[in-house]
Structures are given as C-alpha cells and as structure tokens.
C-alpha cells in the first residue's frame, strides 16, 4: 500500500520537542500521516489541582518555555476574575511589554527554525544573534531570559526603574534596523520562496471550520486577535494592527510572524513610554468563593484559553487549558498529505508547534503508544 | 579494523595522549527532551547561535546518537518517552557522557507529583554531569559540557 | 614512497579544505567557528571510539565500502598533473569512472542498512548523482576529447568557457553536498541521511571521503580552467575557488529533490552546450 | 442579543458578566442550544470544559462571537452519562469532545470517529478526572 513509514521523532533533529509522526511515503511523496502525542506529557492539568493558586502561578509559567508568561499572564488574569481584584495600570503595562518581548522571542525562533529546516543555516543564526537584544532585555526586566516568572496575584514581582526603560529602548531601536534587514531577506530571497510558497496552503474556510488561531489563522486573512477582541491588559490603549495576509501558505505565516515583530517593537516602546511611577501590585482580597472564570489571551502561536474553577480553599477546583497548538493540530493532515517529504519540517515549523503546551492534555498510563490516525482528524470533512 | 589495530597499539603512551587530546577536542552532542518545557531546549539552540557559539569548541550538533559522544537530556522523565530513552542511551557508542540539564531532568522540579512523570533522568540512565538552573544560562550549559568532556577523557 | 607521501598529503589537504570551510562559514555567520584543524581531530576521535554494531546491516562489507569511497577519491588524485603517478593520454575517462565510484559508495552503504533515513538519503544523492553527473561528465568528455591528457590543458581555458565554469563551480556545490544541494544530508528531514546508521571507523571514513570529495572538485576545477604552473598558484587558484563555494554554501537556503534536478539539468546543461558551440563556431 | 432570547427558551440564565453570558441547559436539549449558536452565525468553538462535581458532570460548552463568550452548561448524570455530538455543527469541536468522553467518561452520541484519542485502547479503569 505504502512504500515507505519514516518516523518523524520523538528524537529528530527538526523539532526540539519529541513528537511522533509517522509518514507514510509513496517515492517522496507523502500518502498519510498519523501522529502520536503523549511524550511531553506531565499531568499538569491534574497536579495544579494540587497545588494552591500562588505556587501554581509557577507551574503554569513552565508548561511550555517559549511562552511561558502567556501561560501565566493567562492564569492570573483567571485568578484575578474570581477574585474581582482590580490590578495596577503599571502593572498591567509591565505585563504587556514581558508579554510583547516574548511574542518577538517566539516569532524570532520562528522564522529561524524556518530557515533552519529549508537548510539556510546563515537564517536561523540571524536570527539568534538578534533574539539576544531581546533575550537582554527580558533579562533586565524580569531577571530571567526564559520561564520569566514576572507575574503574581494582584500585579507583577518586579518594578522597572528610569535605566532599565532606557536600556530597553536602545535595544529595541537597534532590533528594529535588524528586523528590517530579516524582512528583506525573507521578502527578495529566491530559494526561501521557492521552498515555501504554496506549501501548506489553508484556505479561509478551512480556518473557520477547524477554528484554528494565531498568526495560522491571520495568514489566512482571518483577523482573529484576541488582543483587540478582549482588549485586556493595557491593550486598549496601545495602537497597533492586526496583520493578515491573503494566501495561507508557510511563506505567508512566515511573513505574517515578521510583520508581526514591528507591531511587538511599537507597542513595547509605546507600553515604556507610558510608565509613571506608582505601585505595582494590590494584595489580594482572600478567601476564594465558589465560582468560575475564563480567561484568554493572545499567545504568541494564537489563542490560550484558561477555564478556572475555585472553591473555598486557596486550590484551583478545575483548570482547563486550551493551548493555540492544540487547536491548529487539527489541519496537519490538511497541510501534509500530497507535498513531498522535504515539505514535512518545513510546513511543521511554518506552524511554530509548540507541543509542551499541547501534551499536557493526554493521558498516558503505561508506556505504549497512542496513535491518533489523521483520517480521525479530518475524516469530518 | 583500523581501530582493531589502534587498539591494538593503544598502549602506546603517545598514541593514547593523541586519543585523549582528539577526545577533548571534538565533542559531539546529541539532545534529547523527555517531556520538559522547551526552555531548556531553546537555550542549547542558543548556545549554538552567534553569541555562545559552542562550535568553537568543536561542538556539533548531531541529529543521529550513533554519531554523538555527549548525551543531553532535558526535562522530567514522563513514562511515554522512558522506553525511548534507554533506547537512545544504548544507541549512542562509547566512551559517552551524559548531561542533565535544567531542575526538571535533575529532580523533576515542579513537576514532582505529577502523575505521569516517573522520575529524574539519573533514576533511569547514568548521569555524569548535572547542570542546575531552570533553565540554566547558555554560559552553565557550555561549562556543563566542558566538564562533560573532562569525565569523557577518563572513561 | 611518493604513493604514501600523495595519501597522507591529499588526506591533509582534504581535512584543512573542510577546515576551512567551517571555519569561514562560521566567519559569515559572525561566530568564531572551530580551528581549521578541527577535521582532523574529529577523525582521530572517530577512529578511537567504539564502532556501533546494527542488526541486519553488514559490518565487513560497510566497511570495505567506506575504505573503496576514500580509495577511489584518491585515486584521482593520483592522476593530477603535479603528482602525475597515473598518466594516460585518455586519463579524463577513468576520472569519470573513479568519480562515480566514489558516489556510488555513498547510495551502496544507505542502501545496506535497514533504517529507512538512510534509504531515503540514498535515494536522493543516486537521483542528485544523475542529475549533477551527466553536465559533469559532459564537461569531462569535452575536454577529453580535445585536449587528451591533463598535462596538455592551455592555461587560459578559463577564457574560452567561462560559462563552463560557472556550471563546474555549481556542480562542485552539488558534488560536495552543500547548500543548495545538501539534500540527501538534510538532517532536518532525514537526519543524517545515508550516514544515519555509521558509527566509529566507517564514519571517519565517509567523513573523509565528503572532505576529498571537496579538495578534489576543487583541484579539478582550478587544473581544468587555470592550469597552474606552480604548486603556490595552485593553491592561491583553488582556494579563491572554495571561498566562492562556501559564499554560496552560506548565502543560499536547499532545494527540494525534485527543484535541485530541474535546477541542474534544465539550467546548466544548456550554458555547457552554449559554451561548446560557442568555442566551435570560433 | 437575538440568540440570548432564543437560548432563554431552551435554558435559563445563571451568570452574567460584562462580555459573557452562562446558560444552564437541560443535557437532552443541547443539541437544540447548539443548532441555535449555530444558526446565528458563530462557528468558533473555544473550549470544551467539564468537570465532576460528584453528583453529576457538569460539561460546559464555550462558543466565542468576537468578544462575546457564550458559555452553556448542561449537567449530565454520572451513572448513564450521554450526550449528543456538535461536530457536526463545529467541525473544531472534534478533538475536544473526543478529550471529554475520555477524561471523564462521557458518551458522546453520534461522534463521527468514536473511540480513544489519548488512552490505551485497552484501558478499562474509570476515566482520570472523575472523582
């Protein structure tokens, strides 16, 4: 029936996280796919249940490092609804710009690891080198360049003094020249286009249909944001736009992601501008109420959806997370099947998974594997 | 059979240095994520990048373990990926080192009573090197691997 | 004598090409990038450790392959008008034959193990090895043809075929493995291609031979179209050539399989043929 | 809102906030809820969460129009626990249901592949987040 099975990880070179897919291949090209999840998965869901709302903050911030304060962001902000505590304004325009420089760390690995699997290692290097201007700053905001762990019930951990703000902005007035330069490389290089354009194609009813988020959906020309939608944090008052692109393809959300950077820039600097002196965190108003919250903000891969359930204790009742991968996995199929072998990573990193955030929803109780068979995916259609 | 025969002289205190210095000099890494969170795997990538360069050191990335020398484990072992491990761990040829990196593959951190997680690295492979930090900076890795390389020369 | 002292010094100069390479391509990126004696030590390494024994694939055999891939490279290097230990009027003919040999080495040993990205890797460099080979072997064929032995090339051949040259260069490019032709070692889709399952000795071998395979295109294209005179305009001539190569392996992302044939077949076939009716209207 | 008056029909109103709106809806009249979301325009499924409250499962269903949250309750009762599909109205809500009948034991009825997503084929316990 099938030539060939290549299986595509948990250990493999084109993705840092273990997933597994099996590839099914007729020649080079590819017939189906199924794919096992499950070898990221901890249990977070079920041991935050254990945990109370203050350490749990912390946990959040690791279900997945690259966008670890929209994990926590997310969290708090659920915290805070059931808990009807109103928040600093400095605190919220802090939160925004962690929240923002890690959007441009994400899309900068991004479109570096796009680069990486169409074999333009000199990409994925420019990349790196200028996410470290942001990887600096994050440092000197929040102490950490990673899981950044800024955030706690009623506000943030940390204040920003006159210097930091300063040093912020020339960092992020060079970054700007930098990206400029990434456009460019992206936009007039041939071999980049060649490799990505009309691959992966998703049209405006596939995402609609399979509710898919993120700059996914936003190269699709569907403007779904959540950061105008809700206007939470300090978001209401910032200007920026939503970029949307018309074709769908890897070399659109790969542009889109780009486009993207100059909104993190503008709105960071526009967020510094804005920071007068004042405190920067209300104590919470304990004890918890039986009640229940959702929460939802823009993660840098899309839409994160945190559903909160609090009793009397100071433990979460229920948390349900709903991560932005998980919501795009639904058209792998769709962008797979047909392309050639060498598409595989390259579509893959085109939708920046992030499958730490996405496994903590399986379950696995003993060591075998758990296959979901893509027909399963998109028989529905 | 060329190494039946450099093994042969390996007695050979010059030879033997040679292998040593060689040793130290080229360590090869291949990494492996057991369920972590992605902040520790992105730090390797960018102790890879223009500012950490561990290449400079003569440090390649290999993407098969047949390849490697060094071992990089992240992450809290969770009971899907055990099996793949020790898979992994006996694929890579000796002499090879071990690195744990970040608290989660040290002592699985936060993640302790997490249902599906069934312990630190070291409780399932042999460890050499523990490298703290959550994740730990570009700077811990290298010398994380620099230490590595230091046990690889004894083994 | 002059046998081991042509292994040991090709073998040399092949590690301190490849050095080179990383080194400068590490220089493009803005990284520092290893000494360029670092080849070396990565085979001496490789030779000391333990060779991985896979189930279902034949050790002897792999590495006797490994040994006949370095073997055949050198060879041509043997035929090389400064060394000139192999030198026939029609040697251009066997320099097709060993240059295939050596590719041929690299589809045998994915081909013999069990684990499907070395097939795959394979597959791609046997479908690259077809596209690349027939303008290589054309280029070759000419040349035989009109001039009959190495030692005989006028020296301003450059001159006559440019376009020629730049197809040579290209092919080198493809011939190597790098960028844009690095596509049976794409180890982001097949992790290390046909090298996937090689462990300890045949791996050093096979690195070896990619690096010969380099120092060999190279001194190919410099004795073709300059035909030094001197061992130092050789060197001068051929390593302003791979600084040309690794512009490109830096600058360029890789093609897919199939862009890469078209690429090299519907490109560069067509400059060599305008070049040979060119020079034979003149 | 038109929908509100409509799902006022089918359930009653237990919160409301700026931007959402909670229904509670008797479980066997969901899909009915559901075909009235559906109708009016929204094809976004955001969340399907549930919980085990120890007497009955409480499933709630979140629809998304621009900022507006549309939340529907059903409870469903813990021994003969069933209830109808909406992927055929939300395509989007195929992994989520299938998530929900396995973490806590919920039959969906109708789903278009049924089966175990994330579990073991041959796993017999009770579901992992029932009480």
Same mark, same amino acid.
């Given at each position: 029936?099938?030539?060939?099975?290549?299986?595509?990880?948990?250990?493999?070179?084109?993705?840092?996280?273990?997933?597994?897919?099996?590839?099914?291949?007729?020649?080079?090209?590819?017939?189906?796919?199924?794919?096992?999840? +499950?070898?990221?998965?901890?249990?977070?869901?079920?041991?935050?249940?254990?945990?109370?709302?203050?350490?749990?903050?912390?946990?959040? +911030?690791? #279900?997945?490092? #690259?966008?670890?304060?929209?994990?926590?962001?997310?969290?708090?902000?659920?915290?805070?609804?059931?808990?009807?505590?109103?928040?600093?304004?400095?605190?919220?325009?802090?939160?925004?710009?962690?929240?923002?420089?890690?959007?441009?760390?994400?899309?900068?690995?991004?479109?570096?690891?796009?680069?990486?699997?169409?074999?333009?290692?000199?990409?994925?290097?420019?990349?790196?080198?200028?996410?470290?201007?942001?990887?600096?700053?994050?440092?000197?905001?929040? +102490?950490?360049?990673?899981?950044?762990?800024?955030?706690?019930?009623?506000?943030?951990?940390?204040?920003?003094?006159?210097?930091? %703000?300063?040093?912020?902005?020339?960092?992020?007035? %060079?970054?700007?020249?930098?990206?400029?330069?990434?456009?460019?490389?992206?936009?007039?290089?041939?071999?980049?286009?060649?490799?990505?354009?009309?691959?992966?194609?998703?049209?405006?009813?596939?995402?609609? !249909?399979?509710?898919?988020?993120?700059?996914?959906?936003?190269?699709?020309?569907?403007?779904?944001? %959540?950061?105008?939608?809700?206007?939470?944090?300090?978001?209401?008052?910032?200007?920026?736009?939503?970029?949307?692109?018309?074709? +769908?393809?890897?070399?659109?959300?790969?542009?889109?992601?780009?486009?993207?950077?100059?909104?993190?820039?503008?709105?960071?600097?526009?967020?510094?501008?804005?920071?007068?002196?004042?405190?920067?965190?209300?104590?919470?108003?304990?004890?918890?109420?039986?009640?229940?919250?959702?929460?939802?903000?823009?993660?840098?891969?899309?839409?994160? %959806?945190?559903?909160?359930?609090?009793?009397?204790?100071?433990?979460?009742?229920?948390?349900?997370?709903?991560?932005?991968?998980?919501?795009?996995?639904?058209?792998?199929?769709? #962008?797979?099947?047909?392309?050639?072998?060498?598409?595989?990573?390259?579509?893959?990193?085109?939708?920046?998974?992030?499958?730490?955030?996405?496994?903590?929803?399986?379950?696995?109780?003993?060591?075998?594997?758990?296959?979901? !068979?893509?027909?399963?995916?998109?028989?529905?259609? | 059979?060329?190494?039946?025969?450099?093994?042969? *002289?390996?007695?050979?205190?010059?030879?033997?240095?040679?292998?040593?210095?060689?040793?130290?000099?080229?360590?090869?890494?291949?990494?492996?994520?057991?369920?972590?969170?992605?902040?520790?795997?992105?730090? *390797?990538?960018?102790?890879?990048?223009?500012?950490?360069?561990?290449?400079?050191?003569?440090?390649?990335?290999?993407?098969?373990?047949?390849?490697?020398?060094?071992?990089?484990?992240?992450?809290?072992?969770?009971?899907?990926?055990?099996?793949?491990?020790?898979?992994?761990?006996?694929? *890579?040829?000796?002499?090879?080192?071990?690195?744990?990196?970040?608290?989660?593959?040290?002592?699985?951190?936060?993640?302790?009573?997490?249902?599906?997680?069934?312990?630190?690295?070291?409780?399932?492979?042999?460890?050499?090197?523990?490298?703290?930090?959550?994740?730990?900076?570009?700077?811990?890795?290298?010398?994380?691997?620099?230490?590595? *390389?230091?046990?690889?020369?004894?083994? | 004598?002059?046998?081991?002292? $042509?292994?040991?010094?090709? $073998?040399?100069?092949?590690?301190?090409?490849?050095?080179?390479?990383?080194?400068?391509?590490?220089?493009?990126?803005?990284?520092?990038?290893?000494?360029?004696? =670092?080849?070396?030590?990565?085979?001496?390494?490789?030779?000391?450790?333990?060779?991985?024994?896979?189930?279902?694939?034949?050790?002897?055999?792999? $590495?006797?392959?490994?040994?006949?891939?370095?073997?055949?490279?050198?060879?041509?290097?043997?035929?090389?008008?400064?060394?000139?230990?192999?030198?026939?009027?029609?040697?251009?003919?066997?320099?097709?034959?060993?240059?295939?040999?050596?590719?041929?080495?690299?589809?045998?040993?994915?081909?013999?193990?069990?684990?499907?990205?070395?097939?795959?890797?394979? $597959?791609?460099?046997?479908?690259?090895?077809?596209?690349?080979?027939?303008?290589?072997?054309?280029?070759?064929?000419?040349?035989?043809?009109?001039?009959?032995?190495?030692?005989?090339?006028?020296?301003?051949?450059?001159?006559?075929?440019?376009?020629?040259?730049?197809?040579?260069?290209?092919?080198?490019?493809?011939?190597?493995?790098? =960028?844009?032709?690095?596509?049976?070692?794409?180890? =982001?889709?097949?992790?290390?291609?046909?090298?996937?399952?090689?462990?300890?000795?045949?791996?050093?071998?096979?690195?070896?031979?990619?690096?010969?395979?380099?120092?060999?295109?190279?001194?190919?294209?410099?004795?073709?179209?300059?035909?030094?005179?001197?061992?130092?305009?050789?060197?001068?001539?051929?390593?302003?050539?791979?600084?040309?190569?690794?512009?490109?392996?830096?600058?360029?992302?890789?093609?897919?399989?199939?862009?890469?044939?078209?690429?090299?077949?519907?490109?560069?076939?067509?400059?060599?043929?305008?070049?040979?009716?060119?020079?034979?209207?003149? | 809102?038109?929908?509100?008056?409509?799902?006022? /029909?089918?359930?009653?109103?237990?919160?409301?906030?700026?931007?959402?709106?909670?229904?509670?809806?008797?479980? @066997?009249?969901?899909?009915?809820?559901? @075909?009235?979301?559906?109708?009016?325009?929204?094809?976004?499924?955001?969340?399907?969460?549930?919980?085990?409250?120890?007497?009955?499962?409480?499933?709630?269903?979140?629809?998304? /129009?621009?900022?507006?949250?549309?939340?529907?309750?059903?409870?469903?009762? @813990?021994?003969?626990?069933?209830?109808?599909?909406?992927?055929?109205?939300?395509?989007?809500?195929?992994?989520?249901?299938?998530?929900?009948?396995?973490?806590?034991?919920?039959?969906?009825?109708?789903?278009? @592949?049924?089966?175990?997503?994330?579990?073991?084929?041959?796993?017999?316990?009770?579901?992992?987040?029932?009480?």
């Amino acid at each position: 029936m099938h030539d060939m099975m290549i299986p595509f990880g948990p250990a493999h070179p084109a993705l840092p996280e273990p997933v597994y897919l099996k590839i099914f291949l007729e020649g080079e090209e590819i017939q189906d796919v199924d794919f096992a999840v +499950g070898y990221n998965h901890k249990g977070i869901e079920k041991a935050l249940q254990d945990l109370d709302f203050s350490k749990s903050i912390f946990m959040t +911030g690791r #279900i997945c490092g #690259i966008c670890s304060s929209a994990h926590s962001t997310c969290f708090t902000q659920g915290i805070e609804k059931l808990l009807d505590l109103e928040i600093p304004y400095k605190a919220k325009l802090i939160r925004t710009i962690v929240f923002e420089l890690e959007r441009l760390t994400s899309h900068l690995l991004c479109v570096g690891m796009l680069g990486h699997e169409i074999g333009f290692d000199t990409l994925f290097m420019l990349c790196f080198r200028e996410r470290e201007y942001v990887l600096n700053c994050l440092e000197l905001i929040t +102490g950490k360049r990673v899981v950044h762990d800024i955030n706690t019930i009623g506000g943030v951990r940390r204040d920003l003094s006159p210097e930091i %703000i300063k040093q912020v902005n020339k960092n992020l007035g %060079i970054l700007k020249e930098k990206v400029e330069y990434l456009r460019t490389l992206i936009t007039k290089d041939l071999l980049i286009k060649k490799r990505t354009v009309g691959i992966g194609k998703l049209d405006k009813n596939d995402v609609e !249909k399979l509710c898919l988020v993120g700059p996914v959906a936003r190269a699709s020309g569907v403007p779904y944001d %959540i950061r105008k939608i809700d206007k939470y944090l300090a978001y209401d008052d910032l200007d920026f736009k939503v970029i949307t692109h018309k074709d +769908g393809d890897s070399f659109a959300r790969a542009f889109v992601r780009v486009q993207e950077m100059f909104e993190c820039i503008r709105l960071s600097k526009q967020a510094l501008s804005m920071i007068k002196p004042g405190p920067i965190r209300n104590k919470p108003t304990l004890p918890f109420t039986e009640k229940e919250a959702i929460s939802r903000v823009e993660a840098p891969r899309g839409e994160l %959806i945190y559903y909160l359930r609090s009793n009397t204790t100071n433990k979460p009742e229920r948390v349900k997370i709903r991560t932005p991968t998980y919501a795009n996995l639904l058209c792998l199929g769709k #962008i797979l099947v047909g392309h050639k072998l060498a598409d595989v990573p390259v579509s893959l990193a085109s939708l920046d998974p992030c499958l730490c955030c996405t496994d903590r929803v399986t379950v696995v109780k003993d060591g075998k594997e758990q296959i979901i !068979k893509m027909e399963d995916l998109h028989g529905h259609h | 059979m060329f190494h039946v025969v450099v093994d042969c *002289i390996g007695d050979d205190l010059i030879v033997d240095k040679i292998k040593k210095y060689c040793q130290k000099k080229s360590p090869w890494i291949f990494h492996f994520c057991t369920g972590g969170c992605n902040g520790c795997d992105i730090e *390797i990538l960018a102790a890879m990048s223009p500012k950490y360069d561990f290449e400079r050191f003569g440090c390649l990335l290999k993407g098969s373990p047949r390849h490697a020398d060094i071992f990089l484990v992240t992450g809290p072992v969770n009971k899907k990926v055990k099996s793949r491990l020790i898979n992994l761990y006996k694929q *890579i040829p000796e002499p090879k080192v071990v690195i744990a990196l970040g608290s989660c593959s040290l002592s699985t951190g936060i993640f302790q009573k997490a249902y599906n997680v069934c312990g630190p690295v070291d409780k399932i492979i042999p460890v050499d090197v523990y490298v703290p930090g959550c994740p730990p900076k570009p700077e811990a890795i290298i010398d994380g691997i620099v230490k590595g *390389i230091g046990i690889l020369t004894k083994k | 004598m002059v046998i081991i002292e $042509t292994v040991f010094i090709s $073998t040399f100069l092949s590690f301190i090409y490849e050095g080179i390479v990383r080194k400068v391509t590490a220089r493009m990126q803005n990284r520092i990038g290893p000494p360029i004696w =670092q080849p070396i030590l990565d085979f001496i390494k490789l030779l000391s450790k333990e060779r991985f024994e896979v189930e279902g694939s034949h050790h002897t055999f792999i $590495t006797f392959v490994s040994i006949m891939s370095v073997a055949s490279l050198i060879s041509t290097v043997f035929m090389f008008p400064l060394v000139g230990i192999l030198n026939f009027n029609w040697n251009f003919i066997l320099l097709i034959y060993l240059l295939v040999f050596s590719t041929a080495c690299f589809i045998i040993v994915g081909l013999s193990s069990p684990s499907p990205f070395p097939i795959v890797g394979s $597959t791609r460099e046997a479908i690259l090895f077809l596209a690349y080979d027939l303008p290589l072997i054309i280029i070759l064929l000419y040349f035989a043809m009109n001039y009959k032995s190495l030692q005989l090339i006028p020296s301003n051949l450059i001159l006559l075929f440019p376009l020629m040259f730049i197809s040579f260069i290209v092919i080198t490019q493809a011939k190597s493995g790098y =960028q844009p032709f690095n596509i049976s070692e794409a180890d =982001q889709e097949i992790t290390a291609g046909y090298l996937t399952e090689c462990s300890g000795f045949e791996l050093a071998m096979f690195n070896l031979a990619k690096s010969l395979r380099v120092f060999v295109m190279v001194s190919l294209a410099t004795i073709l179209f300059f035909n030094p005179s001197s061992i130092l305009m050789f060197f001068v001539i051929s390593l302003i050539i791979l600084f040309i190569v690794i512009s490109l392996r830096v600058a360029l992302a890789r093609f897919r399989i199939d862009q890469g044939f078209k690429f090299l077949w519907v490109l560069l076939l067509p400059l060599i043929v305008i070049d040979i009716i060119k020079v034979m209207l003149i | 809102m038109k929908l509100i008056e409509e799902l006022k /029909k089918i359930g009653k109103v237990y919160k409301e906030g700026k931007n959402e709106v909670w229904f509670i809806v008797p479980y @066997k009249k969901i899909k009915d809820a559901v @075909k009235d979301v559906s109708n009016s325009g929204i094809n976004r499924i955001s969340l399907i969460s549930g919980y085990d409250n120890g007497k009955e499962i409480e499933v709630i269903y979140h629809f998304v /129009k621009e900022n507006f949250l549309i939340n529907i309750k059903v409870l469903v009762p @813990k021994e003969s626990s069933e209830i109808q599909t909406i992927t055929d109205m939300f395509p989007g809500a195929f992994l989520l249901e299938k998530e929900l009948s396995e973490m806590l034991g919920v039959k969906i009825i109708g789903h278009p @592949k049924p089966g175990k997503l994330f579990l073991p084929e041959d796993y017999r316990e009770k579901p992992p987040l029932r009480k």
